[in-house]
């Protein structure tokens, strides 16, 4: 395994989280008095300086940017200024309704649509390919809005199928909740995860279809041909497990994706998630809920991320093959 490759992204991984961090103070400390926003307009002077001195707001800015990451390292986000409550407890609430349906979303990707970027490249010099193709053009077209509207008309006020907002029952499980243990979990998820999934199911698709025609080309394809490999063992075995590798990335950086811009499809079935409260916070003004989300869709970009660059490494054999002539 190439260890420059991983070291050099890990560094990569802390500057982005650097550059966030100081984005949310500045946020935090140009959006209102944090003070003002605590004990309101009518609050003494003097509880108004004790408050200013228990949360450093009368340091330098340097000090209060190190405390304010000194208190994430910590978990400790803020109160929320509406709520008046922890936003470490308040997002603890959310995270599980908010992963649920992202991994949904991308489960959903990648078992329709690599199976149908396969077939698009295995049957290319067909005409039906081409014409999927094209429809795939419509679904990243369609704004995801306007697609989980038009599901709540179909299948909930036309024809009663599905629960058009919640996340119905859910089950606890410790400190994580989720609507999979359910009937009214699973059927409230579907319309959500599909609306969410829709555009990732073209990019995949798409994705899958161009590398799997280009290594369909290649001499060691067209040797295992010569050899008598039996097609199904030829498209799975050599041609699909060669193309994943660029399936790996796309697929962390979808879930990453998924995670962050699920705010659309949250709001439109009210999905009780991070995206839902994420809106509700810029609504009031919500500063601490506004900054820690932020911090939280970062690093959680960057975990996936760094994630996908160990997996990277393992499965691409240039990485290794550079990592031990470096080393040479």
Known sequence: MNLSFLVGRALQAVLVLFVVSVLAFVLA?????????????????????????????DAPLPQQYL???????????????????PVMDMFAE??????????????????????????????????WPHAVMTSTVVGVSIPTFVLGIGMIFLFS?????LPSFGRGEVAHLGFWSTGLLTSSGIESLIMPAIALA?????????????????????DFIRFARARGVPAGRLYAR???????????????????????????????YQWPGMGTLFLQALSQTDVPVISAFLVFVAIFFVAVNLLVDFLYALTDPRLRVAGR???H
């Open 94 to 127: 959310r995270i599980p309704a908010t992963l649920e349906l992202a991994g949904a979303a991308l489960l959903l990707s990648l078992v329709i649509g690599i199976p149908i970027g396969v077939l698009c490249a295995v049957h290319r010099h067909r005409k």
């Open 29 to 57: 400390h140009s959006v209102g008095d944090p003070v003002a926003s605590i004990l309101g307009f009518d609050a003494t002077p003097a509880a108004r300086a004790a408050l200013r001195a228990r949360m450093h707001l």
């Open 67 to 85: 405390f304010d990451v000194s208190n994430m390292l910590h978990g400790n986000f803020g109160v929320s200024y509406t709520a008046q409550r």
């Open 157 to 161: 006020v036309g024809l009663g199928w």
């Open 238 to 268: 050599h041609a699909l497990r060669n193309a994943l590798i660029p399936i790996i990335t796309v697929s962390g950086i979808q879930m990453g994706y998924l995670v962050a811009f699920a705010v659309v499809v949250e709001q439109v």
């Open 325 to 327: 002539a470096t080393s």
């Open 198 to 218: 829709l555009g990732q199911i073209a990019l995949v698709a798409r994705l899958v279809r161009t590398e799997m025609i280009g290594i369909l080309k290649a």
